[in-house]
C-alpha cells in the first residue's frame, strides 16, 4: 500500500495541448513514518510546539510529537524505520488514487440548505415561511417524531473519502490531484492507493 499525508494548498489549472484540467495542489512535505505496529504504519506530518510527556514518550523513537497522524494498514517491511521521510516519488502520474480529508464546516444549517427542501409558498400572506421545514409529525400513531427525520442542524466537519482521483503530475514537493478535495485551504488530506 502507497500513502502520503499532505496540506491542501488550494487550486488551479493544468494545460494539456488546447485542454484545461482543474486540479487540487497537495504539499507533501515533511512525511514521514511515526509509529510502526502489527500490520499498521502511522504516518506523521509537522511538529507540535507544546505536548504532554506521555505523547512526547510514545513517540520518542521519532524525537518529536506530529501535529497531524494517520494510522495505515500494510505490511512492515524491514527497509521500513520509525523517522524514514515518505517522498512524493512513490505515486506516478497518472495513478489512480484514494483521498481522505475533512469537509469545510458550515455551522447550523436549515432544511432548505442542508437537504434541499422547497419551503413554503411565496404568496396567499405567507410572510415568515418561505424556508421552513413544514410539519414533522405523524399525527397520533405513532405519537413522536421519527428518528432521522431530516431537520435542521449542524451541516460539514465531516470525513469524506473520494475514490478514483487521478495523479495529473508531481512537482518537487506538491501532488497535483484531478478535481476538487475535500476541506479548506491549509487542511489535512490523506492521498492512498492499494
Known sequence: MKAILGI???MTRVFDGEKSTPVTV????????SKLGN???ELG???????TKSLLGQYKDLGFVPMYKKVFKAEVGEDMKVGNDIAPEIFTKGDIITLTGVSK????AGVVKRWG?????????QSDRLRAPGSIGAGADPGRVWKGTRMG???GSDNITIKNKRIVDIKENYILVSGPVPGSNGDLVAI???
Open 8 to 10: 491542501k494548498k488550494g
Open 26 to 33: 497537495v504539499d507533501v512535505s515533511g512525511c514521514k513514518i
Open 39 to 41: 500490520g499498521e504504519i
Open 45 to 51: 506530518l509537522g511538529q507540535k510546539k507544546k505536548s
Open 105 to 108: 464546516g458550515k455551522g447550523f
Open 117 to 125: 427542501f422547497k419551503g413554503g409558498p411565496r404568496t396567499h400572506g
Open 153 to 155: 442542524g449542524r451541516m
Open 192 to 194: 492512498f492507493s492499494e
